[in-house]
């Protein structure tokens, strides 16, 4: 019987402790960058920092969030347009000032459940 070392003793290969280092360290600065993004979008940062730091449930949560991401960018794109329609309406006189800040405030309740 052989009781040395075997090619699957993957703990006494340096190179793959240093592979699952370099893992580590990517799903690091995947975390970080997610963080921004959500501080920016103002969600909670920390938590969704620490889903994506689990390496696990991290993939699916990412995934998730990108999802809900895109979502509320395609939301605020299409209220943007939105103010530009009606900017460009009352500009041309189709609308009244009344019925422009009816709208507009409508727009603003809009955006704040966003």
Known sequence: MDWGHHMMDWW??????????GVWIFQFIIAFL???DA???EKNGLLWFI???????????LI???VIQREKTETKEAID??????????AKGEI???EYLEI????KEMRNKW
């Open 39 to 41: 501080e920016k979008s």
């Open 51 to 61: 889903l994506v730091i689990l390496p696990w449930t991290g993939f699916l949560f």
């Open 104 to 107: 507009k405030n409508d727009m």
């Open 81 to 90: 347009n939105a103010d530009e329609i009606i900017d460009e309406r009352y």
């Open 12 to 21: 006494n290969i340096p190179y793959m402790g240093f592979w699952w280092i």
């Open 34 to 36: 997610v963080y921004k």
């Open 64 to 66: 998730g969030y990108l």
């Open 96 to 98: 009244t000032r009344e």
